[in-house]
Structure formats: C-alpha cells, structure tokens
C-alpha cells in the first residue's frame, strides 16, 4: 500500500519550453500532495503544497507563475514548469499525504523526475 | 518555523557495526519525526517514523529515540550491512503540516 507514481521518471527539454510532471497516489487518496526539488547531494526543498481543489501554497522563493501546480483530484496532482531554463534541471520529486488512517501524518514519495533543460 | 539540524553529514563505518545519526530541531510544537532512506536517484523511503507521546521505537535493526525535553531524536542502526549504505533524512512536523527535513546523512558501510 500507500504507492506513489510519478511520470515522467527524466525528461530532456529545450530553453523556452513548458513541461508538466504527474504525481498519482495509486492505492489510497492524498488531500495533500507536495512538490520537493532536490539537488544533488542535497536536501529535499519544498517547493509547494498543493491541496485537492484549491491553489497550491508556495513556499518563499517559489515562482507560482513558473512552477504552476494543479491538484483535481484526490489522486493526482501536476506540476508544470514554464518557459524553462537550464537552472530550472534538477530531480522534481513530489510527495503524497493519506487522507486519513492513522494520524494522517505519513507522506510517500514518488519517484522523482530528472528534468534537463538544454 | 521549524528548523532541523542534522549530524553528521557523512559517516562511515565497518559492516556489523552501529549507527547513529542525530538531529534537532526547535519548535516544540513538532510532534511527528519521520527518517528516510534514499538511495541514489532514488525516491526516499520512510523506515521509520516517532510520535511524541513515545521515547523509543524499534524495528529489527532500526529504532529511533526522541527526547522532547531536549527537542532531539536520533536514529539508531545495528548491525551494519552495506546495503544500509545510503543518505538518511530525519524531519519533524506536527499534525498536519509540511514536513521540514535535515540536510542528510550519507552512511557509508564499508563490508
């Protein structure tokens, strides 16, 4: 249980050009999804929290209008990079809360996207 | 908000050993800590995960001790193997807020 999918796992794509990731919590709904960006050898930064119907939160730092963020659903959440740049390429890994069960605290995590903007 | 502190950044050790990596952070109203695995290009995995109403938590070769007095909890591996050679993330929460994560650990278990 509790399985994350992220699509696609790398990506190449030119300056200038958008490119959207999907994070789907494949066996149990996810109010919660978060989305990290981590660079190597380093920790996991979060980006925004995205809520199931509503506008996701970003954290300080964070273009909202580069890295637009939508979550229809209480299995999918999409992050969609615009007009990428080369500092843009990192490892984009999102991360899933339950709905309830438990404490609801537990979060799992996809299996991030390689993305490379040439 | 919260802020968590990790040590050490690296550690290396001899397989059949033990290890500990320790972390603090500094809201008291923190009251879930989770650790993760993650192997390279990897997702993180939890492994384990503390509330607060416990000291001390095991599993097989893992446990985990919190003191909240001290606002520190450590994570605790018996028994080395170098498949345990990853980076290790500890982070604190509380409810349903976001998570804030260490910087990582990278064990190394030299066989």
């Known amino acids: 249980g509790a399985v994350v999918s992220q699509h696609p796992s790398w990506v190449i794509c030119k300056s200038g050009t958008s490119v959207k990731i999907e994070c789907r919590s494949l066996d149990f709904q996810a109010t919660t999804m978060f989305w990290y960006r981590q660079f190597p050898k380093q920790s996991l930064m979060l980006m925004a929290t995205?809520?199931?119907?509503?506008?996701?939160?970003?954290e300080q730092g964070v273009e909202k209008d580069k890295f637009l963020i939508n979550h229809a659903s209480l299995t999918l959440s999409t992050l969609t990079v615009t007009s990428a740049h080369p500092e843009d390429s990192s490892f984009y890994i999102c991360?899933?809360?339950?709905?309830?069960?438990?404490?609801?605290?537990?979060?799992?995590f996809g299996p991030g996207t390689r993305l490379t903007v040439t | 908000g919260e802020n968590v502190e990790q040590h050490p950044s690296t550690l290396s050790v001899q397989e059949g050993d033990s290890a500990v990596i320790k972390c603090t952070y500094s809201d008291s109203a923190s009251n879930y800590f989770p650790w993760y695995k993650q192997e390279l290009g990897k997702r993180p995995q939890l492994i384990i995960d503390?509330?607060?109403?416990?000291g001390e938590k095991k599993d097989q070769r893992i446990a985990v001790t919190l003191n909240k007095t001290a606002k520190h909890f450590s994570l605790h591996i018996t028994e080395t193997q170098p498949e345990d050679s990853a980076v290790y993330f500890c982070?604190?929460?509380?409810?349903?807020?976001?998570?804030?994560f260490g910087k990582g650990t990278m064990l190394l278990v030299s066989p």
């Open positions: 995205s809520n199931e119907g509503s506008k996701a939160t970003y």
């Open positions: 982070a604190a929460g509380s409810g349903y807020s976001t998570l804030t």
């Open positions: 991360s899933a809360r339950a709905v309830s069960g438990g404490a609801g605290y537990e979060q799992y």
């Open positions: 503390i509330r607060s109403n416990v």
